[in-house]
């Protein structure tokens, strides 16, 4: 961390303020040491990164997946624009609005939107619950207008009214309770900051979904050896997804039903590529120990009841949200 993120972080418990000890320095980066609340309360930094969160949590998956797959979905490892396109169709904001403006990325992963939002000029940090926070940090260590905090949404360390703008991509509907991960989200922003979130939408056809009646159970498989599963099943199922997904006229939802994400023909990547993000999209889908789909009308209800204006809710692949705070 660098130290102009010390005055933004409040203790989660408390809410007071965070005093620094023991201070360790690279350059400007802050590689260790102690956080410590007038209440009491103490967490640690560890490599370069404030540790609010027990050392195992439920998303220990994603942490797993995301160091593993740490550039995949960067598009500057990809060569297509695929997460810059998202990111700004998603959100509505204009790059031009994001230079020097003070951003909140909360479920960051590997940091594929943090690297849009860098891009942009906005000054970021970017929050995880899992160890996922140290992929984000290792592939953009060399910004100087990025902080990477491991905390968690239902406490975030952060003061109320800090950010400009506060965006939760792919990640809402894979914690416990959805509708009290939202709402920890708009006291985040400044007073005309802007929130956007998306989540998986709630479809009658998800029960035709295999992750929907295999994720009962592959959760409950640990990790490290449901990983190794997917690594094995892919090679087999995805040339079965190829040939179903060429079927004419349904194709495309006959590939569905086999157990496995394929690309092919959605996104511009290689033939490599589609394997890679075979593997990568197949563990996230099985893994996760919460999946919590949610209709527009729901969410739209949550962004009311937030007090937010310029409310903006509909489908766009994921159900997508945007509003301001009065």
């Known amino acids: 961390m660098k130290a102009d993120l010390l005055p933004l972080l409040r203790c989660p418990q408390s809410g007071n303020t965070l005093a620094l000890t023991d201070a360790a320095y690279d350059g400007a980066e802050i590689e260790s040491g102690t956080l410590v609340a007038s209440s009491g309360q103490r967490y640690a930094i560890t490599g370069g990164v404030p540790r609010f969160v027990p050392a195992e949590t439920y998303a220990d998956n994603f942490g797993l997946q995301w160091n593993h797959f740490r550039r995949t979905q960067l598009d500057s490892y990809s060569g297509h624009p695929i997460t810059r396109d998202r990111f700004y169709s998603y ?36 929050l995880d619950y899992s160890s996922a926070v140290d992929a984000c940090r290792a ?12 905390g968690d949404v239902y406490a975030l360390p952060f003061a109320p009214g800090t950010f400009d703008f506060v965006y939760c991509l792919g990640v809402l509907q894979h914690t416990p309770d959805v509708h009290l991960a939202f709402a920890a989200l708009p006291p985040m922003l400044k007073s005309g900051g802007t929130l956007t979130i998306d989540l998986y939408p709630r479809l009658l056809l998800n029960i035709l979904w295999p992750k929907y009646w295999l994720r009962p159970v592959t959760k409950h498989i640990a990790p490290a050896s449901l990983f ?23 194709g495309k939802q006959l590939r569905k039903l086999v157990p496995v994400v394929n690309y092919e023909g959605v996104l511009p990547l290689s033939s490599e590529q589609v394997k890679e993000w075979a593997v990568m999209d197949t563990f996230d889908m099985l893994a996760p120990a919460h999946d919590h789909p949610q209709s527009v009308e729901t969410v739209r209800q949550w962004f009311n009841e937030a007090g937010l204006s310029n409310i903006w809710v509909e489908r766009m692949g994921f159900v997508v949200g945007r509003g301001t705070r009065a």
Do not use: Y
């Open 91 to 126: 959100t509505g904001w204009k790059p031009e609005a994001l230079r020097g403006a003070r951003v909140l990325d909360v479920g960051c992963g590997a940091g594929r939107f943090a690297e849009i939002a860098l891009a942009a000029g906005a000054h970021l940090v970017a």
């Open 228 to 250: 190794s599963l997917v690594q094995r099943m892919v090679p087999v199922l995805l040339p079965v997804s190829r040939l179903l997904g060429r079927v004419p006229k349904l």
């Open 139 to 150: 592939n953009h260590r060399s910004e100087p207008r990025l902080n990477v905090v491991q």
